[in-house]
């Protein structure tokens, strides 16, 4: 997997709600099933691979597609791959049956434990002469930023090709540097559009302000950060892999033959139809991103 194999279609779908949807498919990313992980793992790749790393450590629940894609590069590239995984999101789903198949070392703990869990790995590791390269849950921190300020520039890209502009750009938003990236790729063309970020988890002000904290960790302080960052907590439903998305997630792949997940996709594109309605938008281009979690459609069709 490398850089240049991210490039995703932007494909328009349908008109909905009196707008123009078109849909940036990057759960079409070739490998391991894609997603917003895929691409931001690719950064994070580049730097394992160029360093002196024997070893990989990183965090996430049985659902995550994070920890997927980053078990199957890691087995690409011949390289062992320590997963912590938090007790309270330990059922099993084609996501973990995969992390299985890659042959992970998991530890199982309870969330509280987390954090001194992966301090005492890390430490055990580097005594036993390991060289470890730690990437945080859900590839946060400003390479996952990065990812998606990428993104955004092939967004950019499409749009002048097709001579399209688009209004809105929406998404499932949760430990947030695909949001992140994306504002910081809007400011530095000083576009103006809104981005809107579906929390799939997290409330406000603790989401948005975490998306903030990322957006300036990457760019710096910028007086427009704050009116750029739109972070929608309304569809939450009962929190993290809780939500009913059934109805949407069987419409969409009838109509458009497109899998999304009950998780982030499911919930992120009932939330954006929501958020059209609620704001009466009208004759507008809006932009959704997918951004993965194909076998996450498998466990909410069962
Ligand atoms: C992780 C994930 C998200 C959320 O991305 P963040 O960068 O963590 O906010 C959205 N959709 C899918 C399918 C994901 O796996």
């Known amino acids: 997997?490398?850089?240049?194999?991210?490039?995703?279609?932007?494909?328009?779908?349908?008109?909905?709600?009196?707008?123009?949807?078109?849909?940036?498919?990057?759960?079409?990313?070739?490998?391991?099933?894609?997603?917003?992980?895929?691409?931001?793992?690719?950064?994070?790749?580049?730097?394992?691979?160029?360093?002196?790393?024997d070893c990989v450590v990183t965090y996430g629940s049985s659902s995550s597609n994070h920890v997927r894609i980053v078990a199957n590069l890691c087995c690409s590239n011949n390289l062992e791959c320590y997963v912590i995984t938090p007790k309270e999101a330990s059922e099993t789903?084609?996501?973990?049956?995969?992390?299985?198949?890659?042959?992970?070392?998991?530890?199982?703990?309870?969330?509280?434990?987390?954090?001194?869990?992966?301090?005492?790995?890390?430490?055990?590791?580097?005594?036993?002469?390991?060289?470890?390269?730690?990437?945080?849950?859900?590839?946060?921190?400003?390479?996952?930023?990065?990812?998606?300020?990428?993104?955004?520039?092939?967004?950019?890209?499409?749009?002048?090709?097709?001579?399209t502009f688009f209004d809105y750009i929406f998404f499932a938003s949760g430990t947030g540097t695909t949001h992140a990236g994306l504002v910081c790729g809007m400011l530095k063309h000083n576009d103006k559009r809104t981005i809107v970020g579906i929390s799939i988890a997290r409330k406000n002000p603790r989401g948005r302000?975490?998306?903030i904290e990322s957006i300036k960790e990457y760019m710096g302080e910028d007086s427009r950060i704050e009116d750029a960052t739109v972070f929608v907590d309304d569809f939450i439903g009962g929190g993290y892999a809780k939500a009913d998305s059934s109805d949407t997630i069987k419409e969409v792949m009838l109509k458009y033959g497109i899998p999304l997940d009950s998780t982030y996709t499911g919930k992120a594109y009932s939330g954006m139809c929501e958020y059209i309605k609620n704001n009466r938008i009208k004759d507008k281009n809006i932009l959704f991103i997918h951004t993965g979690g194909t076998p996450l459609f498998f466990d909410s069709i069962q």
Not at 24 to 37: A, T
């Open 209 to 211: 302000n975490v998306v």
């Open 93 to 163: 789903t084609f996501n973990s049956k995969l992390r299985e198949m890659f042959n992970v070392k998991a530890t199982e703990v309870s969330v509280e434990e987390v954090h001194d869990t992966i301090e005492q790995l890390l430490c055990d590791l580097k005594s036993e002469g390991h060289n470890p390269y730690f990437i945080p849950g859900g590839g946060h921190g400003n390479l996952g930023t990065q990812a998606y300020d990428m993104c955004y520039d092939e967004i950019k890209e499409f749009e002048t090709e097709t001579g």
């Open 1 to 53: 997997m490398n850089i240049e194999s991210m490039k995703t279609p932007i494909l328009r779908i349908d008109r909905i709600l009196d707008n123009e949807l078109y849909i940036k498919r990057d759960d079409l990313i070739p490998y391991s099933f894609g997603g917003n992980k895929a691409r931001k793992a690719a950064l994070f790749f580049e730097e394992i691979l160029n360093g002196e790393y």
